[in-house]
């Protein structure tokens, strides 16, 4: 039952080239660099990323977008990085945008052995009727578009309603972060940390964490835990510097002004 490994290198060791990712964190919060980091070392390449985003320039994710090691991304944002918009509108990546909220589903529904769901985002749009383009072509034209999905009327509550059919997403590994892990994988995120993270392990066939604090299994209060064991197969434990790294993605300030 104790899943921890020594090192990140060790716990990410057998991640192929090909390898489909869950990766938690949003924006540069609760983001598993360690296990980035270890991944980029290795040399794993051609990978498709389900993550919230792909993190900034020179961080987080953004590390093995810079390095060309990431052949597809199913995100609900590009947000703050430059080389992300760069490499899809040139064409050198492929982007399946989905919806914030219908991504974090696709993920919980692939933990729990639900193959597929429906819901109201996106109906009407190029979300449901197809034509989102995925791909570029080096000339700026579309090369690969999305699919339309299928869509139904359901009796709701109030009256009948368009809902478009979401399936659910199952990786081969997932790279989680959390501030507090046991031995035997049970894990406790910190604030906005606990988005994205408990998803993503959720939906990995093989979910590595790496967690600031690891303690002896019957420590974490069962009420506490947000993430059950059950989930997670391996563990590494942070040090100091390597828990320490949290950059601030926006720093805003303004000029205090004097009390007389």
Known sequence: MDKTFDSADRAIADIPHGAT?????????????????????????DLEVVSNNCGVDGWGLGVLLSAGRIRRIVASYIGE???????????????????????????RCGGVGIP??????????????????????SDG?????SPAKET????SLDAPRQYVLEHAIRADFALVRAAKGDR???LVFEKSARNFN???????????????????????DPDQIHLPGIYVDRIVQLT???AGELPIEKTTTRIREERG
């Not at 939906?203 to 299994?217: N, Q, S, Y």
């Open 21 to 45: 990712l869950a990766v938690g964190g949003f924006g540069l919060v609760g983001v598993p660099m360690t296990l980035i980091s270890a991944l980029l070392a290795h040399g794993s390449t």
């Open 81 to 107: 990085n430059k080389e992300f918009a760069r490499q899809y509108l040139a064409g050198e990546i492929e982007v399946e945008l989905t919806p914030q909220g219908t991504l974090a589903e696709r993920l």
């Open 116 to 137: 597929a769901f429906y819901t109201p985002t996106g109906v009407g749009t190029v979300v449901s009727e197809g034509g989102m383009p995925w791909r570029y072509a």
């Open 141 to 145: 034209t579309v090369a690969v578009a």
């Open 152 to 155: 139904r009327t359901i009796e």
């Open 184 to 186: 035997h994988g049970n």
């Open 198 to 220: 408990p998803l993503a392990a959720m939906a990995g066939r093989i979910t590595i964490a790496e967690v600031t604090e690891l303690v002896e299994p019957g420590e974490l």
């Open 240 to 242: 100091a510097d390597q």
